[in-house]
């Protein structure tokens, strides 16, 4: 038995308990459950979406600033080129 199927039994249940505990009307409380489950569900995908985008976006801050002082740290550990040598004048022959 599916998660869904377990908490819609469960509702169910409940509305059965506050109507008194009729007979013969499990099917209008398992509606009743599935209709209650059906609204909830919606808004309870959209907060783990919203937790999903709220944890990928912090990776990627993360990638970010790892990314840049890597950057950093690669420009400062390149050498910087050696100074050209002073060419030297040729001298006429004497």
Known sequence: MSDRDVHIRDLAYRI??????PHGEDERHWEEAQRRY???A???????????ARKEAS?????????AEQAKAAAEATPQPAP???????????
């Open 84 to 94: 050209k040598p002073k060419k030297k004048k040729a001298r006429s022959p004497a």
């Open 16 to 21: 059965w308990e506050e109507a008194g505990r």
């Open 42 to 52: 919606p808004a309870a995908a959209s907060d783990e979406e919203a937790e999903r």
């Open 59 to 67: 990776r990627a801050r993360k990638r970010a600033r790892l990314a």
């Open 38 to 40: 059906a609204a909830a």
